[in-house]
């Protein structure tokens, strides 16, 4: 076990998924947060630590305004979809130092209803997007990450069959959560005959466009013995990013996870043999594998046929995506919160028909950005 | 009447301070790049100093205009206005070294392809450096 003052989940819950049309995405958060809280035992006047993505300008100013939260630890910075193991890595640092007792993560969007989701680079005139991306149609972001397909299938031998076994392994966990936005049984030829995006990725290849969110509480020791759940603890974290602009990446093949995944599994004692749950972010169904590579859960190149072996599915050696991802089960434009809450959710011993047997060990990985910019890991453990 | 310069194209939005240098270039069908006067090396885009060896002595030198594809991809769905899909998306490295996103013009590309700029022009704003590939 780590050497510092321990930190755990209390308490989680999904927003209202899907397509969402009676809330704002304020209230989503709000009535995430108080199924959170309830699990917890602990109330909004007890949080003293906020932290939020995406949710307006000032993001942490505007949710605490509206949750009746006054923090003396706060942070919105923008992670991209990864942002939530970010917060969970600084919350347990927070914990740690006493700057803190109970954080609140939280994060809603209606991305879908809203039909807000753009398709190109931010036009804003004079950045450096606008003028050296934008001009060449790069769509955003589905071309980044189409380059980093292509470059990934030329130099480590993956082919498409591979890339469709992701998404036929994360659609046999959807098909097990009544809460998934798609369950019908999903073939690999049926992803290769899904139209062509941007080469490689075909439409099957990319996650869902839905609306969701949800929320995570983080305690310490002393507020954790408050608990309705058992508290599931935060074992270790990593993060780090790279490059925003896809030409600044000197390799596309390789993810800041490299250095996410190392720290978290340093800072946890733990090797990936140990891992029994993986919650990978799943925006696209190559990135699995870079990530399986980069964590260290095989060697480079070796991930496609890893993945073609059946190892993500229900059974498989490393049961991963298992609420059926980002790809199948919900994707709200920043999926990593659900990542946590899914891996929360296995440790608990609650995830019905989708339980993995005996899981004590689950590392939820987060991606964000364009192309991999930024990484999280985080390792959670059932005590 | 003014006696003042035309704006640049900083002033328009169309570049940025540091920028403004390679856009005006592009209107001659130049492809500039930064080269570090201390340790030779290039980069693009520009910064005000070396990313190499951390020198704050860049210069703008003028590249062969040849590379090799990196990366490449079909894009298949509208994007933007002034692109009718398909068209080739993808990442040239430079001789030089720097690599640039672009759009290859050509029936047929590949990873590993040799390529040549070639430039399209735009409505008001500076031509584009995109690549050609060379005959195989």
Known sequence: MPEFPPA?????????LGKVTYHSELSMVAVAAQEALGEAGLQFRDIDALFTNYMGEE??????EYLGIRPRYAESSDMGGASFEFFVHHALLAVATGRCNVALIGYASRQRSRRSRPRAVSGNSGTLAAQFEAPYGIHFPIGHYALSAARYMHECGAKQEHLARVAVAARKWAALNPKAWIREPLTVDEVLSSPMICDPLHKLDCCLVTDGGGVVIVAGRERARDARKRPVRVLGAGESHTQWHVAQCPDLTVTPGVVSGRDAFGMAGIKPSDVHVFEPYDNFTHAVLLYLEDLGFCKKG???ELVASGCLDPGGRLPSMTSGGGLSYN?????GILLLIEAVRQLRGEAG???????????AHGTGGLAFSTASTVVLARE | VSDRSPPSLSEQGNADPTTEPFWQACMEHRLLVQRCTSCGKHQFYPRPFCLSCEAAAMEWVEAAGTGTIYSITTVRIPVVDELKPPYFLALVDLDEGPRLLTNIEADSA???DRVTVAWRSRNGLPPLPIF???QR
């Not at chain 1, 755990?8 to 209202?16: F, M």
């Open chain 1, 353 to 363: 028909d989708r339980q993995v047997p005996n899981a004590e060990i689950a590392v």
């Open chain 1, 59 to 64: 993001g942490s100013v505007q949710l605490g």
């Open chain 2, 110 to 112: 590949r990873i590993g």
């Open chain 2, 132 to 134: 050609r590939p060379d």
């Open chain 1, 331 to 335: 994707h709200p434009g920043a999926l």
């Open chain 1, 8 to 16: 755990y989940i209390v308490g989680v819950a999904e927003t209202p």
């Open chain 1, 302 to 304: 070796e991930a496609g």
